[in-house]
């Protein structure tokens, strides 16, 4: 019943054009300062891509539900087939959802990270983190004044708000389709696998 392959894909390693971007500042550190300042509820996730889209994810976790999914081998459900099943039913017939998306954080350059930000809010709240050696130009401090985007500077030892944009953005609706549980049962599994789960 329950699918144990992974489903989400995750880079080797930073890229270069990202290595440079941050000049040798702890990429996983500046993202939970970034998360912190702009008041992203949740844990962090290892650096991952989601529809093509390099971020951090930040999930909440129920641990009751964690402990007692892992106990009767309910692992993370990535066959898309059963969660269109489970939807037909309003998600009744299925185990409990035991991590929910709650945000991210974008690290790449803003010239890359400008068409990634609209599209993942529409999943959670999104933040950009930006270098504080390489703060953004005037005109793309405009673009996310009028996109209405989170922007964090950090040095890899405090963030500050460099642009407040949408603090509490929140999705359209929370929909209980299977393509928004299928993105939280990937998530549960990035956070397995990546030891950050109490099992």
Known sequence: MTVLASDVPRPARWSRALRQHWQGLDLDQAAGLVADAAGLAGRLLPYTRIDGRPVFP???????????????????????????DFATTGFADAPPEAVVLSGFVVVEPFVVARRHLVGLR???PTVLA??????????????????????????????????????????????????????????????????????
Do not use: K, N
């Open 58 to 84: 930040l999930v909440t976790v129920d641990r009751e539900v964690v402990v007692r999914r892992i106990g009767r081998r309910q692992g993370p459900i990535l066959d898309r087939t059963l969660l269109r």
């Open 130 to 199: 930006v270098p504080s050696r390489r703060p953004l130009r005037s005109f793309e401090t405009a673009e996310c004044d009028y996109h209405d985007h989170q922007v964090y500077l950090t040095d890899g030892r405090e963030a500050s708000a460099l642009q407040s944009g949408a603090v509490r953005h929140e999705p359209a609706q929370r929909r209980a389709d299977a393509w928004r549980r299928l993105r939280d049962e990937q998530m549960f599994q990035l956070a397995l696998e990546s030891g950050l789960l109490p099992c």
């Open 122 to 124: 529409t999943w959670a």
